[in-house]
């Protein structure tokens, strides 16, 4: 996947730059040299090197999964809602959310994604999102790079009255911010778009707060109108816009001339059994897009980027190249790491998955077979398909008889 600094558009979404029998070598962590086996062998540096082979198989980049709601919990009561998600947050240990946290990031690393976006979003409480980015922070060495983002979310009963919002901004711009900021807590702040012409006003100020604070915006555009949220991605230089499951043709075309990075999130859709992002619209428009889980235990339970790609290609139309690229390079782009991970080239990290099948075009074929042999994280095995064992020989008579 070596291809040009850019997030990539169009055309060159298609661009893999395969290497048949090839092979890379990392050192320290990171790859040195990423080539036709031949070359990689006959380096001074590989004659040491540990050796795994992957003959037959695909060797690709781990999976950059640039949007998910890892820390919403199973809520206690049986309404699934940010408001459920909060109440048992404020109960829950920091210790128990770590566990579970770290749980969910081990099962993504064996379906081979290496780098997790985490947003936070259970409401605007300080107690539920003080835990989150804490239990964050917390982690001891993590198996995959996480990405925290603080995602601001008013549950409805807090939109409305000016007065909450005024003490909610007091709260966000005076203290929240500035502590994430101190203590590296995010490196985004996001914004759960809601289309009311009443809110635009204090949505701005927000955004301003945020690029003010030093962190670099998003914005979650769920259901029917994101018109508005392309408009503010536009003009605050989002990082990323994610969902647009509902983006019209004008916004498809004002995103194709956009720097802002479309994450699209088909599982969502899938769980929900509503209308799938215009994928196609966006590529022919010249958006960069990414693809990503949309991870929450509850809403979307899918970790697993290869059911995502899957689902791109015969849902949305991508091909498994384009749905590829923007599973890996671009979702890097969306969390501004695309110099050190999202594909194989020298001096990006060694994050490196072996794949159970011979052509990457196989990965929108399958649904739902974890096709990932080996996880390699910074150089190092992370995750190693085991093997089944063989029945004993008197089971199989037994079997038989
Ligand atoms: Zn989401």
Redesign the pocket.
């Known amino acids: 996947m070596r291809g040009p600094k850019e997030p990539r558009r169009g055309a060159t979404l298609e661009d893999l730059a395969v290497i048949h029998d090839g092979a890379v070598l990392i050192h320290d962590g990171v790859l040195k040299e990423v080539g036709p086996t031949r070359r990689v062998e006959n380096l001074a540096l590989a004659r040491d090197a540990i050796e795994l082979n992957a003959a037959g198989r695909v060797v690709m980049p781990g999976f950059v999964d640039s949007?998910?709601?890892l820390m919403f919990p199973l809520p206690l009561t049986s309404e699934a809602t940010a408001t459920g998600g909060t109440q048992t947050i404020r109960t829950m240990a920091g210790s128990r959310l770590a566990v579970k946290a770290r749980s969910h990031l081990e099962a993504m690393a064996r379906h081979g994604s290496t780098t997790v976006e985490v947003?936070t979003?259970c409401g605007p409480d300080v107690i539920a999102e003080l835990k989150i980015l804490r239990a964050l922070a917390g982690l001891k060495q993590p198996p995959v790079d996480v990405v925290p983002t603080f995602?601001l979310r008013l549950p409805p009963s807090r939109v409305g009255p000016a007065e909450h919002w005024n003490a909610l901004e007091a709260w966000i711009g005076d203290e929240f911010l500035p502590k994430l900021r101190r203590r590296a807590w995010a490196r985004f702040a996001d914004l759960?778009w809601l289309d009311q012409p009443s809110l635009l006003p204090s949505w701005k100020r927000y955004l301003d707060l945020v690029l003010r604070n030093g962190l670099s915006s998003k914005l979650?555009a769920?259901g029917p109108s994101p018109s508005g949220a392309v408009a503010l991605a536009s003009e605050y230089g989002a990082s990323s816009i994610?969902?647009l499951e509902y983006a019209t043709m004008a916004d498809t075309r004002a995103l194709g001339c956009m720097r802002t990075i479309a994450t699209l999130?088909p599982c969502?859709s899938f769980h929900s059994d509503t209308q799938y992002a215009p994928a196609r619209g966006l590529i022919q428009a010249g958006a960069a897009i990414a693809l990503a889980t949309?991870f929450?235990p509850c809403?979307?339970p899918v970790l697993n980027m290869q059911a995502v790609i899957k689902l791109a290609c015969c849902r949305m139309g991508m091909t498994p190249a384009e749905a590829i690229s923007a599973a890996t390079i671009n979702g890097a782009h969306a969390l501004g790491c695309a110099d050190r991970v999202g594909s194989l080239e020298p001096g990006k990290l060694g994050d490196v998955l072996v794949l159970n099948i011979s052509d990457y075009r196989e990965l929108a074929h399958h649904f739902g077979t974890n096709l990932v042999r080996t996880t390699v994280k910074r150089g190092e095995i992370i995750w190693e398909d085991g093997k089944v064992a063989p029945r004993a020989a008197e089971d199989l008579r037994t079997g038989s008889a």
């Open positions: 949007h998910t709601h947003k979003g995602l759960y979650h769920e994610d969902h999130l969502a949309n929450n809403l979307t």
